[in-house]
């Protein structure tokens, strides 16, 4: 049996997750695929402190050149995580002849073009699946399954955090503060949440998403992102009434050419199949021109899961490693298939007002709008026990609109007299057909 | 740029559809991979017949072996259907050293240990994403990203009119009869629907997924199965009323081991995320070691749909014969991993009587249930508007219980003097955790 030598940097929980991975699945990995893979080195800066995982101590190494300059390692996994110096490391091995598996979606989305062309020009493969939905097979079903259908649509769940705070939102009632600190609580969300929260992990990995589907380059900075944090327990409750859930969804459009995109909170159907998508589940939505709608749901963080991804790559390497012949180095991450990135692009929208309850209110807004040509689905002024009439909710729900446009007609709205306050303006997802 | 030749046989539905996809995403294709795959041969009995597509007449064979044994040929696609003549002109092909690409869940369920064979010694590769789930990528990714993963569970909704025709009872609450007639008015029922009505597609395609992701042989006559002609609009509206859907599920589980499955219409948690799987819609929902709960949902069948996955699967082969090297030739169906099939096993069911309404029924229906040991979660007697006191229906659900031990309790029930008729038994499915 072919062994593989594999050397691996970081031993945090994604790269215990991977070495339990393998060794969970090495009987069946032998099996099915007469592969045996050796995980031979681990950069571990620190091998006095117990990682809590029985590793042989001669396997632990200070220096990530022990690895990336190891003639007898075929392929480099990074878990590290971070664009630097995840980026240099990777970039080294690729230099160097290896292979390099990768989990790091910001350093993918932030240099995935730069090492692509590395890992072309040295003849070797670069992979990343376990960057975009944990342990969701969804990159290399795009890349290998279902390669000739042109995407028209993707629609992500991306982010367990911020799907957990939603959910437990929506079942308890809860703020979002409180929400918070009891998934911090639960090892959940970090402790400093900021990149799940305001929409940054996600927009990372619908970056890389849009490459694979689109081939257009998209950077995350580019992308509208909308975090969680001014999400409140009314609009999960209106949504809930009108027959949403509040999900925040990574959303990306490419029609004839024209990609638009954004990351924000969004009330999505009920009858869609990503509102069945709870707490840390992960899910992601795509439409192809012959496979027509699809959905991959599954945990999209944590040890395990991720370790499936990782190893997952890491023996498709393997087996062609073993088998001979040229690597295939069409480039996955794709930035010339003249598709243009257009913003934002037109959606529909929910908005939440508070107003003095007084006589005409209701025809102002809609004569407001209107004078921006924004359609109005659906429009409702609603008591419920903590308004009065000197603040009184009102939500309505647009038919598609440029965000630019529905931005200015809230700003004149809101100068009105009558209104107190603009809370919350959401994006809204319909099923998708 | 390399051109790979490929011959069809068949040039119905799903052969159109195959041929559609190609052209259509011909252009990503070649984008994506670098490669020119040419439909060359087509076999057609009825050449001078209009199918409705524009195809050179000079492609038409009426001879199977016309393709099997042209040298120019690299891959074959068979989607004639049907266990004969498909089998034999399959192993023929792969004899003749053709890779083989097929969408027959039939042929590949009853001789897919030959045919796998015979691709084997022949040095090919022979594929059959599209036999199972219809465009959804669930194969590929059991065998290639996810395949570190021991395996313990699938669930599947793996039959497309039963879906549709479940869900049409359930949104209008009509009958079996008049849902299954509009389905073959609307082209989603055949005329004949055995097949699909009595599970007996859904029981080939889990004998394929039982042994690629458990490693044993069972062939679709050993699963128990039971389709949905006997599911009432009754029963799918107690199911409401109880929090579960009705769903044909096609299921098996690996306990150390030992593989127990079957198919039938079963009572599906609305938490679970199967419940949200409806229409034509497909899903299947596996559990694996490292990555836990995943599942692909999309659409099941379908000329298009289908022709992405036989596509994806021929792209997959283009690309090994143009980088050149061995072929990987470990079997993706397996027969001897150690586990054993081991009957239908323990689950939890539903079971619906009616009753003579007088007192201590509940009681004495209880007893005879402890007296075979069998454990009751909810048991409930409700009357309804056409119930009498001499047809009261009583339905209750158990814990785990081995069906044979079941039947035998309800044979004994039946027998008593209060009980007017077992109307029906359906299995029971949780949230997957």
């Known amino acids: 049996m072919r062994k593989i030598k594999v050397g691996m ?7 215990k997750g991977t070495y339990r ?24 800066r620190h091998p006095d402190r117990d ?12 220096d990530a050149y022990d ?36 989990a790091n979606k910001a350093a993918v989305a932030a240099n995935g073009r730069m090492l692509q062309q590395l890992a072309q020009e040295n003849q070797v493969l670069l992979r990343f699946e376990a960057s975009v939905g944990g342990g969701i097979p969804i990159l290399n079903a795009i ?21 957990y705070i939603l959910t437990q939102m929506a079942e308890n009632g809860a703020s979002y503060e409180d929400v918070l600190k009891e998934a911090q609580r639960m090892g959940f969300a970090e402790a400093d949440p900021t990149a799940d929260v305001e929409g940054l992990d996600a927009a990372n990995k619908l970056s890389i998403l849009i490459s694979l589907l689109f081939g257009v380059g998209v950077s995350p900075e580019e992308i509208p992102t909308k975090g969680i944090t001014t999400v409140d327990k009314v609009d999960i409750e209106f949504a809930k009434e009108f027959g949403y859930k509040v999900k925040l969804l990574a959303s990306a ?49 944590g040890p395990l899961p991720t370790g ?45 007002m508070n107003v003095i309850d007084r006589p005409g209110v209701l025809g102002s807004i809609a004569t407001t709008l209107g004078a921006h040509r924004i359609s109005i689905e659906t429009m409702t002024q609603r008591a419920n026990p903590s308004s009065s009439r000197e603040s009184m909710p009102i939500i309505f729900i647009t038919y598609d609109v440029e965000k630019t446009v529905l931005d200015e007609a809230i700003r004149e709205i809101r100068e009105s007299s009558y209104v107190k306050s603009i809370e919350n303006v959401l994006r809204v997802e319909r099923i998708g057909q």
Do not use: W
């Open 51 to 62: 990682r809590g995982i029985d590793i042989p101590r001669e396997k632990y190494v200070t």
């Open 143 to 163: 890349t290998t399954a279902l390669v000739s259908n042109e995407f028209t649509e993707v629609l992500g769940i991306l982010n367990g955090t911020t799907n």
């Open 308 to 352: 499936s991804a990782v190893m997952g790559d890491v023996i498709s390497i393997a087996r062609k490693i073993e088998k001979g012949g040229a690597y295939d180095l069409q480039p996955h991450l794709r930035y010339d298939a003249g598709a243009v990135f257009d913003g934002e692009g037109a959606n529909q929208y929910y908005v939440r």
């Open 253 to 301: 459009k490419n029609v004839n050419g024209h990609v638009t995109c954004n990351v924000e909170p969004s009330l999505v159907s009920q009858e869609h199949p990503l509102a069945s998508v709870n707490n840390e589940f992960n899910a992601v939505y795509v439409t192809g021109s012959a496979v027509d709608s699809l959905m991959f749901y599954g945990k999209g963080a």
């Open 21 to 44: 991975t393998l060794e969970m699945g090495r009987k069946k990995i032998e099996d099915t695929t007469g592969l045996s893979i050796e995980i031979v080195k681990i950069l571990n």
């Open 9 to 15: 940097l970081g031993i945090g929980n994604i790269g």
């Open 67 to 102: 690895i990336i300059n190891d003639p007898d390692i075929d392929i480099m996994i990074e878990l590290i995580g971070g664009i630097e110096p995840a980026t240099t490391y990777m970039a080294d091995a690729l230099r160097a002849g290896k292979h390099v598996v990768t």
